[in-house]
């Protein structure tokens, strides 16, 4: 697979990589094979977080990843904490910062970890304090690269005025493309690798849900966004017909021409489309070779304009 320079640093990973917010059982054989597929194709960036699962998307990657350890870019995330009331909290304190990656560590069995997030933003911790923090455990030899997600322009700059980041993660797709109105200038001004989970919009692109019927009955990640109701899913599911004519000429399925679209922004845009699926793994991997056309391009800009879409953005 292409290889994908990671900003400000001098890791490297494929163009594409793997949203494993699903990876959190080493007794599946789907997830096991999965994630092994992934490494064969050169889908190295393997994306986690401390919250996957309680800890056990960490668990899995030291079950299934740690034995092709030399193969693989590790990430996870930290700030997102279960609450008493068996919600969730923001904490990004400087202690608690190294109190959550030595926990990631023991669960990845894993000396360090390769990227390293701030999950969510708390306004009550300045920016500067989680990032020293960071910069702490870089210096500590327990990270090699500091990232944020879900974040804001002038969040991007302060904590980039601590040390450089390597990425910012957020959601972008056909159907989510908010982060251009400044996010994405201010990452390719600073040279920072912007990270796109949800490029596929939750199977939405794939042409595989047309009702809410056609998710989960507990797949409440979903339901509770405007955009998987039954209104919102007739009105956007009329602009997957540029899609399928796309996809068509590419002798491509919809979700590869949906990727290669991200992968052919005027940005350093690195999508990580989840799936515990071999054969959508090797799908996506396939979408690195399309090239679209100007006219392609224009027409799924146009088709899919942000004043046409219509439901809410989802948290990650």
Request: charge should be negative; hydrophobic fraction near 45%.
């Amino acid at each position: 697979m292409k290889q994908h320079k990671i900003g400000n640093t001098t890791l490297t990973t494929g163009a594409i990589g793997l949203g494993c917010n699903k990876l959190i059982d080493p007794t599946n054989p789907a997830m096991v094979e999965a994630a092994n597929v992934a490494l064969d194709l050169g889908i190295t960036m393997f994306d986690g977080a401390d919250m996957y699962g309680d800890g056990r998307c960490e668990e899995f990657f030291a079950k299934i990843i740690k034995p092709r350890r030399d193969e693989a870019l590790i990430v996870s995330k930290f700030g997102v904490v279960r609450a008493a009331d068996g919600g969730q909290g923001i904490e990004t304190a400087p202690a608690y910062v190294h109190s959550a990656c030595d926990a990631s560590l023991r669960r990845l069995q894993m000396d360090h970890i390769d990227l390293y997030y701030q999950h969510r933003m708390n306004p009550a911790v300045p920016i500067e304090d989680t990032i020293g923090a960071m910069v702490e455990l870089k210096q500590a030899g327990k990270i090699g690269a500091i990232g944020i997600s879900n974040t804001t322009p002038d969040l991007i700059r302060r904590a980039h005025a601590v040390h450089p980041l390597a990425a910012v993660q957020m959601e972008y797709s056909l159907m989510e493309r908010g982060v251009e109105a400044e996010i994405l200038d201010v990452c390719k001004e600073l040279g920072i690798t912007f990270v796109a989970w949800g490029p596929l919009t939750y199977a939405f692109l794939s042409g595989r849900v047309k009702s809410p019927a056609d998710l989960p009955a507990g797949d409440q990640f979903r339901r509770r966004q405007t955009r998987f109701t039954e209104a919102a899913i007739q009105h956007n599911a009329a602009m997957l017909a540029v899609l399928d004519d796309i996809a068509a000429d590419h002798a491509a399925t919809p979700s590869q021409i949906a990727l290669a679209w991200c992968l052919q922004r005027p940005f350093d845009i690195l999508p990580i489309p989840g799936s515990t699926s071999a054969t959508h793994l090797r799908e996506n991997a396939a979408a690195i070779e399309i090239v679209l056309s100007a006219a392609q391009i224009a027409a799924l800009d146009r088709t899919f304009a942000p004043s046409v879409v219509k439901g809410n953005v989802a948290a990650a």
